[in-house]
């Protein structure tokens, strides 16, 4: 089980951090895979982080804005987010899988957060 905790209301060029806890499972076995979709939008595979000690991947909308990590002692994904504009306002979600993947591949392969509203409005 993955719950999802940390969106909200952000102002234009604010910070968030989103967590990904997991139950039943051990994050670092897996890869962690962050998406967003925005009102009206398809799916965005935004980041992922591959197994312990796997590369990270950024989209190029969010290079150089967002990190993502893994806290392995709480058993957790993060996903820090800073100088937030309106284009991020979405729902993000994170879904491990064995692999960082695409969206058609991972809501087959993936467990899924339950999603967490990101809104970035001043």
């Known amino acids: ?40 939008k398809e799916h965005e595979r935004i980041s992922c982080i591959g197994g312990s000690g ?18 392995s002692a709480k058993n957790t994904g993060l996903l820090q987010m800073n100088r937030l504009n309106r284009e991020d306002t979405a729902t993000y979600y994170c879904a491990v899988a064995l692999r960082c993947g695409s969206y058609s591949q991972i809501r087959i392969e993936g467990y899924w957060g339950q999603g967490t509203q990101v809104t970035v409005s001043s």
């Open 54 to 71: 796997g590369r990270t991947i950024y989209a190029d909308s969010v290079q150089g804005r967002f990190t993502i990590s893994r806290d």
């Open 1 to 40: 089980k993955l719950v999802q905790s940390g969106g909200g209301l952000v102002q234009p060029g604010g910070s968030l951090t989103l967590s990904c806890a997991a139950s039943g499972i051990t994050l670092d076995d897996y890869a962690i895979n962050w998406f967003r979709q925005a009102p009206g």
